[in-house]
Nanobody, 123 residues
C-alpha cells in the first residue's frame, strides 16, 4: 500500500511558478514509478509527467515540455513537479500517482492516487 498526499497548489498569475510536492507513505516508495496527472473543469484527466523509480527516465506531455520538471527524492519519499511559465490553460486539479510497473503515461497502469491539489493560473 502507498498513501499519497499532494501539496503546493494555489493561485498564481500567468508566467509565474509553483512547485507541487507529493509525499508518499510506505517503505517501498523507491520501487514505484511516479506520475503527475491533471484534470481541468469539464475535461478528462490527462497525463502531465512521469519519472522512473531511479529517476533515470522522465516523460512529459507535449503541452508542458520545457516548462515543467518532475523529480523525486527517494530518501524523503517525495516526488515533485516544478511548474514554470504557467499559463491559464494549466489550471486544473493535479494528482500524483504511483505505478508498480515501469514508468508510463498510461493512467490505468497507476495503482495508487492522491486526492489532488488545485492549481489556478490567472491571466
Amino acid at each position: 500500500q502507498v498513501h499519497l498526499v499532494e501539496s503546493g497548489g494555489g493561485l498564481v498569475q500567468a508566467g509565474g511558478s509553483l512547485r507541487l510536492s507529493c509525499a508518499a507513505s510506505g517503505r517501498t516508495f523507491s520501487s514505484y514509478a511516479m506520475g503527475w496527472f491533471r484534470q481541468a473543469p469539464g475535461k478528462e484527466r490527462e497525463f502531465v509527467a512521469a519519472i522512473s523509480w531511479s529517476a533515470y527516465n522522465t516523460y512529459y506531455a507535449d503541452s508542458v515540455k520545457g516548462r515543467f520538471t518532475i523529480s523525486r527524492d527517494n530518501a524523503k519519499n517525495t516526488v515533485y513537479l516544478q511548474m514554470n511559465s504557467l499559463e491559464p490553460e494549466d489550471t486544473a486539479i493535479y494528482y500524483c500517482a504511483a505505478s508498480s510497473t515501469r514508468v508510463t503515461s498510461t493512467e490505468r497502469r497507476y495503482d495508487y492516487w492522491g486526492q489532488g491539489t488545485q492549481v489556478t493560473v490567472s491571466s
